[in-house]
């Protein structure tokens, strides 16, 4: 218990030396797409509110909620991130701009503490953008648990309470009753999609297509990706690893042609012992 408290008083003093640095005031957190922040009425995911990413697998809401922890970031704030699937990639971060030494990753050990951590972080006040990932994590009959009404109240008043962003990742199987939630696209290789689908601030329905370069300017991608086409006369690096089964190798049919008896008749035993009939 001793070294746990210990561990908890040096991350605080960690917390009141990043935020001792001169600030500016913020009231958005802007992602550096204009399409995209241009759907939110203040221009930007607005602090003091929780907002709803919903999306399937690789479509954009992870690496969209990554851009928003750069944007605090390079307004030296801090940035606390809730693991749920416990899937998040530090390099891949820093490769969209987040600084990981002004971001804090919990992963709770308990589906139900969850929320319970985004809800204590959000409402500290430390932290200018808290993730809260519930994209994957089995629940009750093997599914992702769904974000009930109540627990989407807790999550907006702690919003507002700390004056920070919170983000909730959800999939749309399970996604989150009673805030605001913007809905990722994949488009089938051409780009991707963000749509408002509920905002209590209006625009409701504005929807943006963007390529995947808006995401990842530094991988060159345009129109959705690359195609890469190898030389024709190129030889297979495995062919000379492959050789065929011993058994083919003896007659063509394998083995299942070579059991006397079954297969091909049983010589009788007086040819065997060369007899005369």
Known sequence: MGATQAVVEQLREKIRQLQ??????????RTGMEAVDALLPAGGFPLGQAVELCGEAASGR????????????????????????????????AALG????????????????????????ARSGAFACVVLDLTRGVGPAGRTPRV???????LAD??????????????????????????TEARDGKGWAVEVMRSRQGGTGSR????WSSVYPELGLEDGGRVLELPAEEPDPLEDFQ??????????????????GRDTPMPSFPEQLGAAR
Not at 71 to 85: Q, T
């Open 158 to 183: 702690a919003a507002e309470r700390g004056g920070g962003l919170l983000l909730l990742l959800t999939s749309p199987e399970a996604p989150a009753d009673g805030m605001t939630r913007l809905r």
């Open 62 to 93: 992870t690496s969209l909620a990554l851009r928003a922890v750069s944007a605090a970031h390079r307004e030296e704030r801090l940035c606390a991130w809730v693991d749920g699937p416990r899937e998040l990639y530090p390099p891949a971060a």
């Open 243 to 260: 050789r065929g089964q011993t058994a083919a190798l003896r007659n063509g049919v394998g083995i299942l042609g070579q059991r006397p």
């Open 148 to 154: 009930s009404l109540a627990e989407a109240r807790k």
């Open 20 to 29: 001792a640095a001169p600030r500016r005031y913020l009231a958005v957190l």
């Open 98 to 121: 987040v600084d990981l030494e002004r971001r804090l990753i919990v992963r709770p050990q308990a589906p139900e503490q969850r929320v319970w951590a985004a809800v204590q972080l």
């Open 208 to 211: 943006a297509e963007l390529p």
